[in-house]
C-alpha cells in the first residue's frame, strides 16, 4: 500500500494515496471468534495513514455477532457501499478479523480492495522491515495468515464451480499453491531458527550484565526515550511500528556499574497472533530482559487502556512476572500536575519525562542502576596487600565501605556483586570473612 517509489533516473515519485472508508463492528466481549471488543476506528484510522491511505468516512455498527457472509448487517453494508461510492474509494478496511468468504463478499458487493486489521499490519510491518530478520518474520507472517485463505485468491475459478470435469485442474492449482506455502514456511521458519541460534550465542555473552527492555504500545515514545538515555541515535518518527527490530545498547554508568538497554517492537491492542508468532526472536529479548520498562503515552486520550493491551500482549510472551518500571513519556502534552495525582497511587514507582525534550531521562537512567544496585550484596573479603590493586576500581566507584589494615593483609567491606565477588575469590586469592545481602542498598547512597 505504499506511496512512494523510485523511477529510472533515480528521483523518487510520490503516487497518489489510496482512498479509504473505515468500517468496524463493536462485539461482546466473549465473543467466541476470540475478537471480540469494541472497534477502535481513531487507531484504525492512524495505522491506516501509516500504511499510505486517506481516511474518507467510517461506519460503526453493535452487534451481538457477525453476520456470517459479510460481517455487517444489510442496512449497514448498503450504507457502508453508499460512502464508499460518494467518496469514490478504492479501499474499505475492517477494524475486526474477516473470514476469507467475508473478504470474498465484501469485495463483490462494494466492488473495491477490501482489508481486515490484520492484513493492514501485516502490509505496514512489510514497508517498515528493514533488517533480514524483520524481512524474514513479516514474510512468515504473512504466509500462515494467506495459507487458509487461498481460496479467495482464486474466486475467478467461481465459474467453474459444479461444472464436471472442470474442477479438478482448480483444485490441482490451488493444492500446488498450498505446497509451495508450506513449503516456503518451512524455509522460512529454519532461516529464523539459525538466526535465533546465532542470537542466542551472542546473549550468552551478556548473561552477567544487567538487561532491562523497553516495552509499550507503539508510538509511545519508547525509541526517542532510548536515544535520550543511551544516545544510540535509534530511527524515530512520529507513525505506528516506525522500529521493528531490536536495538540494544550498552549504557555505562562508572567503570563497574552498567547495564544493557533494549528498544523492541511496540506493541498494539489485538496484536496479530502471526506476528507474535514469527517475532520470537525479537520478543525474546524481553523474555530475557532483568527489568521490563514499561512506557505510556501519557498524552493518548485512555493511557489505561494501552496499558491493558500492551500486559496482555505480555502475559503471552513472557511466562513469569518480571520486574517493571512504568514509564508515562509525552508529559509535554498533559498537565503534569493533575496527570501525576491520577497515576501516581496505582503506580507509586512510576517516572513521569519528557523524551522528546530530554525531560526526565537521568532521572529514568537512575531509575535502572538502583534496579543494577539491587543485585549487589554487601561482603568483606580478605586480600594480600600485594594484591591490593583488585580494589582500585571499587574505590573509584564508592564500593569500598570500609578497610583493616593488618601486617600483610587487609579486610575489605564491599558493595559487589556475585561475579565480582567470585572473581576476586578465583583470580585475586580474596578470601570471604563475612558477608550480608544489602536489602537496602540505595540507602547506603
Known sequence: ????????????????????????????????????????????????????????????????????????????????????????????????ELSPAQGRNLEKALDVNVLDRTELILDIFASHASTRQSRLQVELAQLQYLLPRLTRLWS?????????????PGETQLESDRRLL????????????????????????????????????????KSTLMNGITTADVYVKDQLFATLDATTRRVEADERRRFLLTDT????????????????????????????????????????????????????????????????????????????????????????VSAKDGIGCGELREAILVRVLGKEMIRTVRVPLTNMHCLSRFHRTGSVLEQTFTEDMCDTTLRLTEEEFSRLVSREGAVLIDEKIDEKVDEEE
Open 265 to 352: 517492537v511496540g506493541f498494539i491492542r489485538r496484536l496479530p497472533h502471526h506476528l507474535v508468532e514469527s517475532f520470537k526472536a525479537t520478543l525474546q529479548e524481553v523474555r530475557d530482559a532483568d527489568l521490563m520498562v514499561h512506557v505510556v503515552d501519557a498524552g493518548h486520550v485512555d493511557p489505561e487502556h494501552q496499558i491493558a493491551s500492551v500486559n496482555k500482549v505480555l502475559k503471552d510472551i513472557v511466562p513469569v512476572e518480571k520486574p517493571t518500571l512504568m514509564v508515562f513519556n509525552k508529559m509535554d502534552l498533559v498537565d503534569r500536575e493533575l496527570f501525576e495525582n491520577r497515576f501516581s497511587r496505582a503506580y507509586p514507582e512510576a517516572i513521569f
Open 156 to 168: 475467478h475459478l467461481d465459474r467453474h464451480a459444479g461444472g464436471i470435469g472442470t474442477r479438478g
Open 182 to 221: 508450506n513449503k516456503r514456511i518451512a524455509v522460512l521458519s529454519k532461516a529464523l531458527k539459525e538466526i535465533e541460534t546465532t542470537r542466542q550465542t551472542q546473549v550468552r555473552s551478556r548473561d552477567r550484565v544487567f538487561k532491562a527492555a523497553l516495552v509499550g504500545y507503539t508510538n509511545a515514545g
Open 1 to 96: 500500500m505504499g506511496n512512494r517509489q523510485d523511477d529510472a533516473a533515480g528521483y523518487s515519485t510520490e503516487q497518489p494515496r489510496e482512498r479509504a472508508v473505515l468500517a468496524g463492528v463493536h462485539l461482546p466481549e466473549a465473543w467466541s471468534g476470540g475478537m471480540g471488543g469494541d472497534a477502535d476506528l481513531p487507531e484504525l484510522a492512524r495505522l491506516v495513514d501509516t500504511a499510505g491511505a486517506d481516511v474518507l468516512g467510517e461506519v460503526e455498527q453493535r452487534r451481538h455477532r457477525p453476520t456470517p457472509s459479510t460481517f455487517l448487517g444489510k442496512g449497514k453494508l448498503d450504507e457502508l457501499k453508499e460512502l464508499v461510492e460518494e467518496n469514490e474509494a478504492t479501499l474499505v478496511v475492517f477494524d475486526n
